[in-house]
């Protein structure tokens, strides 16, 4: 079984997660609730391994999952936030060419002399996130997190993959710079546009879907130490509700644990008409949406969710 | 010790697991559904890390290592029902390689109406399936000029059909239409400019100073600066999403309209999508570089072709599914359509504020504006009307290039009540 085709994980992390019922139990111990099947995409993208593709609406835990994974490894998480226009010096790496201006002239006012391989030498160097992540030493890999890869452009996806298939990079200057511990890869996309056809063939994917109330609860009572169980359930049942409703912002996990707090901060200990409310801004964000939730009524909001 | 060991009956041997995975990719494919050999591969990888001792772990191995959008979720599910019977029913459990062997089910609807894959067919042949698409599938072999050097077809050009850019694209024989949809879809259509985030080198000093360039330029001639380098933000087009009413009332139309998606989608990478009673997003099947072809294609994928009209609901659709997420944020949006529908206008009005808070412009093409005494009175089309930015007709060729200069933004600004009409 040990001599596969291809390498696997490293025995390190094999043994810290041995199948994917381990991997929910320390998920979990890292506060982060993964449902079977996330679990096991994050299993296969940390044991086969593969970089991972993970889509689902805003708020459902994509970037979370990353970190947690990361902290679970006890390794470093290097993220990498797209946007439109990203080029490898803010991906990989960069001179620091102030630095190796002030370096000349500190040596011409000391009369020292000062070669190209001094400025040229790693303290000059600029690491951005995709460096770090491929730099690495260990003992376990580094989790690099691409977020919102779909904002790129398509030349960049393209330039990175090629990067991370190779788990190294040349500097020219420097010379080749290989992985000893070649990261994990994860990445989220929005879907504002089609990834190329090559990212998602050597990707692992998985849909993230809208978690019901009783898991929202749960995560909301991890999230906000502070709030009683009675509450969390209550305000998870309530956003339950506003997303039936055709919102165009539904609430989502964050405005469940924002709303929490917010409810915990005032000491509201239970969700009813006036204080849902007074306090509706925590949740719902939009004008259009609060005049259709405000037609329904508070009472139609709290109505049957224990309040 | 963590890693116990599975039950020895649970783990399948490595050959089981492998084929496994070959007939079960094998009966994706089958169905329509994109998955590359070496995704067999790894799916064997997958279940050897993964011994499917149930359905449930079969399944989301299985999912995870062969799925690669969220579209595709319904094909899988239908198909892996079928192949391994009873889905997530544990009393199933049948892992059984037998199973997989099976031939590819008969029975799933999704699987059906989903077109096979490109290589199954001869270039410009016609899907097996039967096709209930209108005369934008019909389109005969005769098109086989589509690759004269007249990428660049000016509209002012004088032609023999000058007769043919004058009529309006309802009173258009087949024959005639062809013609017409084999020059729509070489209209140069280019969106207004705007600034992007990336730089370019420039000469001069009022752009920004780039410290990097100058000092890298510095390190080739020695150690001194002695030029200055500057850069300014470059100019991006603007992006162009397009949205087609299919609807009945509007097919004599909507068979040019079309057109003119497919070429806005292969020469100004514009996002298409066509409505009736619901939005189907159809780049991905205009991109295809045989237009006959790629029509076909995105006739298979609206089967609601030629139906009612829910003007409303589909700008909802798009905003949810397309706009918001980046589609139409600072983008161009022509909506084509007669404001024909059979929904409350104050829904149009709402709906269309929405767009509006989202597009750089919108501009509104409504064939029915060229009948004499026509006035943007009906339901919809007036709710629509104080959130376009430009009212264009499009109905026949010469009107096109008022839709061109519309999306170029030298339109007429609608919206600031200036100009005569």
């Known amino acids: 079984m040990t001599t596969a085709a291809r390498t696997g994980a490293e025995e390190d992390v094999q043994r810290r997660i041995p199948d994917v019922a381990a991997l929910i139990s320390a998920l979990d111990r890292n506060d982060y609730l993964a449902d079977v099947g996330l679990a096991t995409a994050l299993f296969l993208a940390v044991r086969l391994p593969q970089p991972i593709l993970l889509e689902g609406e805003a708020g459902v835990g994509k970037t979370e999952a990353a970190k947690a994974l990361a902290q679970l490894l006890d390794t470093p998480l290097y993220r990498l936030q797209c946007y439109e226009g990203i080029d490898a010096g803010e991906a990989l790496y960069e001179w620091n060419h102030q630095r190796q201006l002030l370096g000349i002239r500190l040596a011409e006012v000391r009369d020292a002399s000062v070669t190209e391989t001094d400025l040229y030498s790693p303290e000059y160097l600029l690491r951005r996130p995709l460096l770090q992540a491929i730099e690495h030493p260990g003992p376990r890999p580094a989790v690099l997190l691409l977020d919102e890869i779909d904002r790129a452009d398509a030349e960049f996806e393209a330039f990175t993959f090629e990067l991370l298939a190779e788990a190294a990079v040349t500097i020219p200057e420097l010379g080749t710079i290989r992985a000893t511990h070649p990261p994990i890869v994860i990445l989220t996309s929005n879907r504002t546009r089609d990834l190329h056809d090559a990212l998602t063939r050597r990707c692992l994917y998985h849909w993230i879907d809208y978690p019901g109330p009783e898991r929202i609860a749960e995560i909301v009572r991890r999230r906000v130490p502070a709030s009683s169980g009675q509450l969390a359930l209550q305000a998870a049942a309530v956003i339950t509700k506003l997303r039936t409703l055709d919102l165009a912002k539904a609430p989502g996990i964050s405005e469940a644990i924002d709303w929490v707090s917010a409810l915990a901060v005032l000491g509201i200990g239970q969700i009813d008409a006036t204080t849902a409310e007074q306090t509706l801004g925590a949740v719902v964000k939009n004008r259009d949406d609060l005049e259709l939730v405000g037609a329904r009524g508070a009472e139609w909001l709290v109505a049957g969710t224990g309040g | ?421």
């Open chain 2, 1 to 421: 010790m963590a890693g116990t060991l599975q039950p020895a009956a649970a783990a399948l041997p490595a050959v089981e697991s492998a084929s496994l995975a070959a007939a079960f990719v094998t009966a994706l494919r089958r169905a329509g559904l994109s998955c590359s050999p070496d995704r067999a591969v790894r799916l064997a990888e997958a279940l050897r890390l993964i011994p499917p001792s149930d359905a449930g772990k079969l399944y989301w191995a299985c999912r995870v290592v062969l799925v690669s959008s969220r579209e595709q979720l319904p094909v899988f599910d239908a198909v892996f029902s079928a192949v391994f019977r009873g889905g997530f029913d544990p009393a199933a459990r049948s892992g059984s390689p037998a199973a997989a062997a099976a031939p590819p089910p008969g029975g799933p609807e999704q699987a059906r109406t989903r077109p096979s894959p490109a290589e199954d067919r001869a270039p410009g042949q016609a899907p097996p399936q039967a096709r209930t698409a209108p005369a934008v599938a019909s389109a005969g072999p005769d098109g086989g000029d589509r690759n004269t050097p007249g990428r660049e077809a000016v509209l002012a050009m004088a032609s023999t059909e000058e007769r043919l850019h004058q009529m309006s694209f309802a009173q258009l024989s087949d024959a005639e239409v062809r013609e017409i949809r084999r020059l729509a879809s070489r209209l140069l259509l280019a969106t207004p400019r705007r600034l992007s985030r990336r730089t370019r080198k420039s000469e001069h000093s009022s752009a920004r100073l780039d410290v990097r360039a100058t000092v890298r330029a510095a390190r080739r001639s020695g150690t001194d600066t002695t030029r200055l380098l500057y850069a300014r933000r470059r100019e991006q087009r603007r992006k162009l999403v397009m949205l087609c009413d299919v609807s009945g009332s509007m097919e004599p139309y909507a068979r040019v309209f079309v057109s003119l998606l497919q070429g806005a989608v292969a020469t100004a990478g514009a996002e298409a999508f066509v409505f009736s009673t619901r939005l189907t997003r159809l780049t991905r099947q205009l991109a295809l570089r045989d237009p006959d072809e790629a029509l076909a294609r995105a006739a298979e994928a609206a089967p609601d072709w030629a139906g009612g009209t829910r003007i409303a609901e589909s700008i909802r659709h798009f905003v949810d599914e397309h706009g918001r997420r980046g589609v139409a944020r600072g983008a161009v949006v022509v909506i084509f359509s007669d404001g024909w529908a059979q929904e409350d206008p104050a829904q149009v009005a709402a709906q269309m504020a929405r767009l509006r808070r989202l597009a750089h412009r919108i501009i509104w093409v409504n064939p029915r504006k060229s009948a004499p005494g026509y006035q943007p009175l009906a339901g919809g089309m007036a709710a629509a009307m104080p959130y376009c930015d430009a009212f264009v007709s499009g109905h026949n060729y010469t009107a096109l290039a008022e839709v061109a200069s519309a999306i170029r933004g030298n339109g007429q600004p609608l919206r600031k009540e200036r100009g005569n009409s």
